[in-house]
């Protein structure tokens, strides 16, 4: 195998975990497959490009036939695609092309695992393959527990009594949030209230003493 080739490969083992991490059959296939010396654009390693490359030819003019070199690059966008083996979006860079593919295969994961490894010409591509291939592998060998109607009857029951225990919380503390301004309020007017009623006895009292002393003095001078 040529420099090139060795080097993809180590770089793939090494993104993988080592070659103990692989399904077995999956290193044959890849020591088949990566390429000896085909040339493969730099930016392609970084995304899945589905064999779409930059390509070469000649701009020629109208007028005299004039021909000059001239290149064409591949449509990339940037995409988040989602894998099912892995619940989480993936960030990556794929060709319009490539996204076709996808499409029609079923999603990123199935689209990875139909295609043959001598397709898949980039680094990146090889490393998800084979990263998927071996969680799958790994899925396969787990075992399946089925549970019974009646289970399932009370998980569900158990999850809606959950997010009503949810919603009775976030009612309580917005009910909670919202009424301790208001007390507040109400306690402050209690005690002007409390206050002012005070003020007006006190009044009261000072206007009840005023009038005795007066009748008493009127009663001195008729007598």
């Known amino acids: 195998m040529a420099f090139r080739g060795r080097e993809m490969m180590k ?3 090494k993104a993988v975990g080592g070659e103990q991490n692989l399904a077995p059959g999956v290193k044959e296939s890849l020591e ?11 930016r392609a390693h970084r995304g899945l490009f589905a064999g779409r490359h930059i390509r070469f030819g000649n701009r020629v003019s109208e007028d005299g036939g004039n021909k000059s070199r001239r290149s064409w690059k591949p449509n990339v966008q940037e995409k988040r695609l989602f894998s099912y083996i892995m619940d989480r ?10 996204l076709r593919c996808i499409d029609k295969a079923g999603g990123i994961d199935e689209y990875l695992l139909k295609t043959p490894y001598e397709k898949m010409d980039t680094e ?3 490393y998800w393959k084979t990263k998927i291939e071996k969680m799958y592998d790994e899925l396969g060998k787990m075992e399946v527990v089925f ?6 009857a009370k998980f569900e ?9 949810k919603k009775e919380a976030r009612k309580e503390f917005r009910r909670r949030m919202y009424r301790t301004p208001k007390e507040g309020g109400d306690k402050k007017l209690e005690s002007k209230a409390d206050e002012q009623g ?5 009044a009261a009292r000072a206007g009840d003493g005023g009038s ?10 008729y007598s």
């Open 198 to 202: 005070r003020v007006d006895e006190e």
């Open 212 to 221: 005795n002393s007066d009748d008493h003095e009127r009663l001195v001078a």
């Open 11 to 13: 770089k793939v083992l």
């Open 147 to 152: 549970f019974s109607p009646e289970d399932e």
């Open 32 to 42: 088949r497959s990566i390429p000896k010396s085909k040339i493969v654009m730099g």
């Open 89 to 98: 979006h993936i960030r990556v860079k794929v060709t319009t092309h490539a």
């Open 124 to 126: 990146l591509g090889l």
């Open 157 to 165: 029951e158990g999850f809606k009594q959950l997010k009503l225990d």
